[in-house]
């Protein structure tokens, strides 16, 4: 079973940036994905972003494209994902995944 722990969340004004990381227990093989889903109150879990090093092939929901920017450290065991530009729509739990695993999930809150 793959462990994944989150961090890296917060509270920030509209406009600003945050930097979650996630790091596994074990390597995630580089043709397999990692990324991120987010869920709002209220809302169903939406994938935010993935990345598979293998082909470096990475995917953002149109909602975010420009403004976040999805990267991964296989020799960390790792996966950040840098957010900049953040509005208050980007309220939500953010989860990491890999191979069918979440993490527990971390919480961003944007709001003046």
């Known amino acids: 079973q793959v462990q994944l722990v989150e961090s890296g969340g917060g509270l920030v004004q509209p406009g600003g940036s945050l930097r979650l990381s996630c790091v596994a227990s074990?390597?995630?093989?580089?043709?397999?994905?990692m990324g991120w889903y987010r869920q709002a109150p209220g809302e169903q879990r939406e994938l935010v972003a993935l990345?598979?090093?293998?082909?470096?092939?990475?995917y953002y929901t149109d909602s975010v494209k420009g403004r976040f920017t999805i990267s991964r450290d296989n020799a960390k065991k790792s996966v950040y994902l840098q957010m900049n530009n953040l509005k208050p729509e980007d309220t939500a739990v953010y989860y990491c995944?890999?191979?069918?695993?979440w993490g527990q999930g971390t919480q961003v809150t944007v709001s003046s």
């Open positions: 995944f890999a191979m069918g695993y």
């Open positions: 074990e390597i995630v093989p580089a043709f397999k994905p």
């Open positions: 990345t598979r090093a293998g082909d470096r092939i990475d």
